[in-house]
């Protein structure tokens, strides 16, 4: 019986929160995306130079008040020289928050609806490979970059140098002597990217590599607090998860939507020859202006391979991701999309990533481990998200001094 009202009281609970939900869903944006780039280079010693630059748009300042810092999610806690490289970002520092490492950036002003703030900073990143993870004689990197739970991303392009690279995946192009991945991202979407090397192509340290199933704290060692509590949070949550997630897998394997090995999506692309912004004139592979931010898109839509002009034949052959334009106009594009989509399992166990290093180190099919795994970026202020924990809003302090 005592089993029974706990878990009618956690049902209570659960349809109480589900109104609060609902409501955070279906509110405006705060934010959007334009542009989230990330350029990689590999030192010699195996480290990763990484860029990050993000064109910020804030879409509401009234709600939540305007921008005045964000977090980005990187890879892990062993990184060095991290420094800002644009005007907007007046202060950076690592934070680590629930077990997760993250870039907080304190902007130089604050920044009100249908401002940009153009943020860009640098670090040097360790622990990122495996030696011999696939094949012997090769080693792996895998990066998921920091993903946005709140806000969509119009842009994301993932830059890694192609000097030595022996194969990369998903497929991409190569542009200015650096392997790219560009595509727009949801509201929580991540998109990882695979890149093997030789083992002799840098100086590769197996005391750094990323175990398979191995979690690493900042020192290297295992943390068992974040591992109590994931089995904790498993345990309330996996009655839950079942009910959700059992009638969606049903569905799935009735559409036979799991089958095959990739699932490509084409999305018709249309710009605007100029920005409807300021006038200026679209350059070639641009999505959004870079003077005012506008976007250059004038439509998206997910097209067919049928729905492609018997005339561009060419373009129904694409099965790789890239942007290709229509032949017969230099402002259409197909986007290709390609996704590896695993074989349908003949038991009843399965496997997943999660957002949360713990869960992403136990519950991968792959040995990325939590190197890979960053953790979401998004926005945050004090005055929102009460970030010392005092429940005590800015705002009161305002008008206390006043």
Partial sequence: MKKIKRFLVLILCLMMLLPVIAMRAAAADLDEILNYTITVDVNEDATLHMVYHIDWK????????????????????????????????????????????????????????????????????????????????????????????????????IRWNADKVLSHDPDSLVEGGYCTWTKPLSKGEKYRVTVTYPNDAFGFDTSKEILSGTERSSDGSGSGDGFYAFLGMLFVLTPIVLAIALPILHFKNSANLTGGRKKITRTKVEYYPVCQGCGAARPEGANNCAYCGRSFIKSEEVVEEKDIPPEEKELRRKNTNGLYRYSHDPNTYIRVNVINVPAPRTHSSSRSSGSSRSSSCFHSSCACACACACAGGGRAGCTTKDFYNTDLKLRQLELKKK
């Fill in 58 to 157: 804030v879409l509401d300042s009234t709600s939540e008040g305007p921008l005045e810092w964000v977090k980005i999610g990187v890879p892990n806690s062993h990184y060095s020289s991290m420094e800002g490289r644009s005007d907007a970002v007046r202060r950076i520092s690592g934070m680590n928050e629930n077990g997760e490492t993250y870039a907080r950036i304190d902007l130089d002003r604050a920044y009100y609806a249908g401002e940009v703030a153009q943020i860009e900073f640098e670090l040097t990143q360790d622990y990122m490979y495996q030696v011999d993870m696939m094949t012997e004689g090769e080693t792996v990197y895998r990066l998921t970059p920091g993903w946005f739970d709140d806000i969509r991303v119009d842009e994301m392009t």
